[in-house]
């Protein structure tokens, strides 16, 4: 500021401030936040370990594996994730790499948590796709590639478990090429596969890595050898040198060569082959993140797009969970920060609400702990303690009027209603379902009519982690049963009286969700469309963004 005259008593904060549009962007130069998406059992739980591992942040393989065998782990708030093996809930992990923060969200690859998968993707700026190259593309690979092609979001692909007999990669490269739509650039090559393989080829390096088993190992070291015409080659797999060269020779014709816009763009993707449990290939994802994908970017707040380097503090809420340490009933909301310094104990105005709000406790998610945040920066993910008056969707700002978008709550297929074996749990059982409600982990429906809550889901197991939840988290031992109901619109209008008379009329069939927007429950697709066909002056919705 140069109107602070040398004397001025706030000189020291007032020459810090002018320094603070250099050091944020500072920081968010060396920011990447990612997700990854997966098929189950692709490996994604095994490439998280070796990528935390690797940098740095666990010091003991297993740790966030140990979840599948029972013992504690980071990933792992959930007794029902322990149960099933599968990943319910996504968490958030921060490491260094490199001079470099990064984040990696974790996101549940069972379909039917997609749409928790779809909110956690709307937080990240790239995405690492893990494959079995055993298998191939799977079918939860292609939804979630479809939920990151609508945001244009650059891939990076990880072609897995190359230590095991694997289809043929050429092969492998033409599926994703002709299922996902999307450009390959191979970065890497195999070597032989399964018991024979014998490490990659760095097609932009001429360099071989050569692969040797052995899981613990953090440091990545594998052996490097120059030049894929490297006698020592020749010497060491006569045979397969010259199955490289030709191999090499086919995909450097038939592919694309890495082109940084077309994987910025999300056209391409750069391709790695390696193994996982045996962290081969590792380092190079981790690189390819750290020096390919984009930092923070431009993100649009409706009124506005706003900047990552922008000074004033903004951010938005993509994940409610309740109950992360059920010693202590919290209850916490994940905030991805879109721009400026967050600084804790600092006010930011609580958007929807109009309300400020001082946050003084806020944690981070390091890899082993969750810790105290200090400061964050854009693309950072900060979770808010609350007692519930935080929805997903939900923008904060240090005051100007943002609504960030892109953040939905899709119409529910399967319907339920719920009848509890002891009814003086009946408080027990409203509030837990209105705190899973706020969450994401199921939609609630309450009629206007009759008192009978509905709950939709997306996929049927969510009922079941609702109905665990339940019983673990409140005690409330509950009963699904079937309901009439086939599908859910949510309804608005500019015409208050025309949804006031909808509301009067349709009763029984017309409900608030856990954000109390206004939905029409459906007992067919004739019905539904019936239905909107009497009321021309309300809009009927599959998707919701928020409140
Ligand atoms: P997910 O989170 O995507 O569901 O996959 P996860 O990492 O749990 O891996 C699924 C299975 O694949 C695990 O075996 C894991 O050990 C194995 N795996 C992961 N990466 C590799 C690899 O590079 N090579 C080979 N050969 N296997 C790999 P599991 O038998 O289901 O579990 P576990 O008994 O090993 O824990």
């Known amino acids: 500021n140069e109107n602070v005259t040398p004397d001025n008593n706030d000189d020291v904060s007032a020459s810090a401030s002018a320094k603070t549009p250099a050091l944020i962007a500072r920081e968010v130069a060396r920011r990447r936040t990612f997700g990854i998406i997966s098929h189950p059992d692709a490996g994604k739980t095994t490439l998280t370990e070796k990528l935390l591992l690797f940098s740095g942040a666990i010091q003991m393989a297993g740790t966030v594996k140990a979840r599948k065998s029972g013992r504690h782990a980071t990933s792992d708030w959930m007794e029902?994730?322990?149960?099933?093996?599968?990943?319910?809930?996504?968490?958030?992990?921060?490491?260094?790499?490199?001079?470099?923060?990064v984040n990696l969200l974790d996101t549940p690859g069972h379909q039917d948590f997609s749409e928790d998968t779809y909110r956690v993707l709307t937080a990240v700026d790239s995405a690492l796709m893990v494959i079995d190259a055993a298998k191939g593309v799977e079918a939860q690979t292609i939804k979630l590639l479809d939920v990151c092609r609508m945001r244009n979001t650059p891939i990076v692909t990880f072609m897995n478990k190359m230590d095991r007999e694997t289809r043929d990669p050429l092969e492998l490269l033409d599926e994703l090429e002709s299922v996902l739509k999307i450009q390959c650039a191979p970065v890497t090559w195999p070597i032989g596969m399964g018991k024979n393989f014998r490490g990659v080829y760095h097609l932009l390096n001429d360099t071989i890595m050569l692969f040797k088993a052995g899981e613990e190992r953090a440091d990545g070291a594998f052996e490097i050898i120059e030049g894929i015409d490297n006698p020592r080659l020749q010497e060491m797999f006569p045979l397969e040198m010259d199955q490289l060269r030709m191999e090499v020779e086919l995909v450097k014709g038939a592919s694309h060569p890495f082109d940084?816009?077309?994987?910025?763009?999300?056209?391409?993707?750069?391709?790695?082959?390696?193994?996982?449990?045996?962290?081969f290939g590792v380092r190079e994802i981790l690189s390819a993140l750290v020096d390919w994908a984009p930092a923070p970017r431009e993100r649009d707040a409706t009124v506005r797009a706003v900047d990552p380097k922008e000074e004033p503090f903004t951010g938005f809420v993509f994940k409610i969970?309740?109950?992360?340490?059920?010693?202590?009933?919290?209850?916490?909301?994940?905030?991805?920060?879109?721009?400026?310094?967050?600084?804790?104990?600092?006010?930011?105005?609580?958007?929807?609400?109009?309300?400020?709000?001082?946050?003084?406790?806020?944690?981070?998610?390091?890899?082993?702990?969750?810790?105290?945040?200090?400061?964050?920066?854009?693309?950072?993910?900060?979770?808010?303690?609350?007692?519930?008056?935080?929805?997903?969707?939900?923008?904060?700002?240090?005051?100007?009027?943002?609504?960030?978008?892109?953040?939905?709550?899709?119409?529910?297929?399967?319907?339920?209603?719920?009848?509890?074996?002891?009814?003086?749990?009946?408080?027990?059982?409203?509030?837990g379902l209105q705190q899973l409600g706020e969450e994401g982990a199921v939609q609630v429906f309450k009629p206007v009519q009759g008192g009978e809550l509905v709950l939709g889901a997306v996929g049927v197991l969510q009922f079941e982690v609702v109905a665990s939840r339940l019983l673990n988290?409140?005690?409330?031992?509950?009963?699904?049963?079937?309901?009439?109901?086939?599908?859910?619109?949510?309804?608005?209008?500019?015409d208050k009286k025309a949804?006031?008379?909808?509301?009067?009329?349709?009763?029984?069939?017309?409900?608030?969700?856990?954000?109390?927007?206004?939905?029409?429950?459906?007992?067919?697709?004739?019905?539904?469309?019936?239905?909107?066909?009497?009321?021309?002056?309300?809009?009927?919705?599959?998707?919701?963004?928020?409140?």
């Open 321 to 431: 969970q309740a109950n992360m340490d059920p010693a202590h009933r919290d209850r916490i909301a994940f905030l991805r920060v879109c721009s400026g310094r967050f600084e804790r104990g600092m006010k930011v105005k609580h958007l929807r609400l109009g309300r400020e709000v001082k946050v003084s406790s806020v944690v981070t998610f390091m890899a082993s702990t969750r810790e105290q945040v200090e400061e964050a920066y854009a693309g950072d993910i900060i979770g808010l303690p609350n007692h519930g008056n935080m929805q997903i969707g939900d923008s904060f700002s240090e005051g100007e009027m943002l609504t960030f978008t892109g953040i939905p709550f899709f119409a529910p297929d399967f319907f339920r209603q719920v009848r509890i074996r002891n009814p003086l749990k009946i408080k027990q059982l409203h509030k």
């Open 80 to 101: 029902i994730e322990k149960q099933r093996g599968i990943s319910v809930a996504s968490s958030v992990m921060q490491f260094e790499f490199r001079d470099h923060v």
């Open 499 to 547: 949804l006031s008379d909808f509301e009067d009329q349709l009763g029984h069939n017309v409900a608030y969700d856990a954000a109390g927007n206004l939905a029409y429950l459906a007992t067919s697709s004739v019905n539904l469309r019936l239905t909107q066909e009497r009321w021309p002056k309300l809009q009927f919705h599959a998707t919701r963004e928020h409140s």
């Open 260 to 279: 940084l816009q077309e994987f910025l763009a999300g056209v391409q993707t750069p391709v790695f082959f390696g193994s996982a449990i045996n962290n």
């Open 473 to 494: 988290e409140y005690g409330v031992d509950a009963v699904f049963e079937g309901t009439s109901i086939s599908s859910a619109r949510w309804v608005s209008s500019d």
